[in-house]
C-alpha cells in the first residue's frame, strides 16, 4: 500500500519542510500567471513578482531531490523560457528533455493558430538519473528485426486527451491533467514506493497516480475546497486511468 499525503499551505513554505534529498520525483504544475481564476487566489502576478516566486519553489524542489531525482514541470509559454534559465542556469539542474503535450481540442481561436498543445521541462538533479524506458514503451508502428519487441521510446511528443467536462473523472478545476499523461511520468522516473511529491495539487491527479502504481506522495495544494476534492478523488473507487496514448493500443502493421 502506498502512503498518500496532502496538505493545505504555499508551496514553497511546505517545500521547506521536507528533509534535504529526500524526493524521488517532483511533478510540478504551477500556474501559468494567465490570469485564471483558482477559487481563493487568482493567477495574476507582476513580471518579477512572477520570476521570484518560480525562482523560491523551484529552489526548494532542487533541494529535496535525491541526487537520482527527477523534476517534470508544466509551463505556459509566456514564462517557459525564463523557467528554463533559472532551472538550467541559476540552480545548474541538468536538462533532459522539452516535452510537448498535444491535445486534439482545445480554444478556437479566429485570428492566428489555436493552441494545441503544453510544454513540460523535464530536468534532472545530476547526470545520474532514474529513468525506466522499458515501462513506458509504445507499440512499434511496424516490426523490424532490430527493434525492439518490449516497443518503442514514446518520444517527446504526447498525445493525450484533455479530461472533457463530460468525462466522470472531471473534476472541478481549471487545468485538470489526465491522469496517462502523469503515468508516463511517474513510470519513467520511479519505482515502487519512491516518494513523489507535487507542489501545486490542484485536482490531485499526481496523488490519484501515485495511489494506483504503489508510490509514495506528497500533494501541496494552498486550496481548501481542492484538498478537500483531492481527497474525496483518493477515496473513490478506481475504474481505470481517465486517458491513454492511443499508440498503447496498435499492432505493428505487418503482424495483423
Known amino acids: 500500500m502506498s502512503n498518500i499525503?496532502?496538505?493545505?499551505?504555499?508551496?514553497?513554505?511546505?517545500?521547506?519542510?521536507?528533509?534535504?534529498?529526500?524526493?524521488?520525483?517532483?511533478?510540478?504544475?504551477?500556474?501559468?500567471?494567465?490570469?485564471?481564476?483558482?477559487?481563493?487566489?487568482?493567477?495574476?502576478?507582476?513580471?518579477?513578482?512572477?520570476?521570484?516566486?518560480?525562482?523560491?519553489?523551484?529552489?526548494?524542489?532542487?533541494?529535496?531531490?535525491?541526487?537520482?531525482?527527477?523534476?517534470?514541470?508544466?509551463?505556459?509559454?509566456?514564462?517557459?523560457?525564463?523557467?528554463?534559465?533559472?532551472?538550467?542556469?541559476?540552480l545548474g539542474m541538468f536538462f533532459n528533455s522539452w516535452i510537448v503535450w498535444h491535445y486534439t481540442q482545445g480554444m478556437g481561436r479566429k485570428k492566428g493558430f489555436s493552441p494545441r498543445h503544453d510544454d513540460i521541462l523535464m530536468f534532472t538533479k545530476s547526470k545520474r538519473y532514474k529513468f525506466n524506458l522499458d515501462s513506458v514503451r509504445v507499440p512499434q508502428k511496424y516490426y523490424r528485426d532490430r527493434n525492439n519487441m518490449r516497443g518503442a521510446n514514446p518520444g517527446d511528443v504526447w498525445i493525450f486527451s484533455h479530461v472533457h467536462y463530460c468525462n466522470e473523472n472531471r473534476q472541478k478545476h481549471p487545468t485538470q491533467k489526465p491522469e496517462g499523461l502523469i503515468e508516463r511520468m511517474v513510470l519513467a522516473s520511479t519505482d515502487k514506493g519512491d516518494l513523489v511529491v507535487d507542489p501545486f495539487c490542484g485536482s490531485g491527479t499526481t496523488l490519484?497516480?501515485?495511489?494506483?502504481?504503489?508510490?509514495?506522495?506528497?500533494?501541496?495544494?494552498?486550496?481548501?475546497?481542492?484538498?478537500?476534492?483531492?481527497?474525496?478523488?483518493?477515496?473513490?473507487?478506481?475504474?481505470?486511468?481517465?486517458?491513454?496514448d492511443p499508440r498503447t493500443e496498435r499492432v505493428p502493421l505487418d503482424l495483423r
Open 5 to 90: 499525503e496532502i496538505v493545505m499551505g504555499d508551496a514553497a513554505e511546505e517545500l521547506r519542510k521536507l528533509g534535504d534529498s529526500s524526493v524521488d520525483l517532483i511533478v510540478a504544475d504551477p500556474p501559468y500567471n494567465l490570469g485564471k481564476n483558482y477559487g481563493n487566489n487568482q493567477d495574476s502576478k507582476g513580471f518579477e513578482e512572477y520570476l521570484s516566486f518560480s525562482k523560491k519553489w523551484s529552489t526548494e524542489a532542487l533541494r529535496i531531490l535525491k541526487p537520482t531525482g527527477t523534476l517534470y514541470v508544466f509551463m505556459g509559454f509566456r514564462f517557459i523560457s525564463y523557467l528554463y534559465h533559472i532551472l538550467d542556469r541559476e
Open 208 to 244: 490519484r497516480v501515485c495511489q494506483q502504481l504503489e508510490r509514495d506522495a506528497i500533494g501541496i495544494e494552498i486550496n481548501p475546497e481542492y484538498v478537500s476534492m483531492t481527497k474525496d478523488r483518493l477515496s473513490s473507487s478506481f475504474q481505470g486511468f481517465d486517458s491513454l
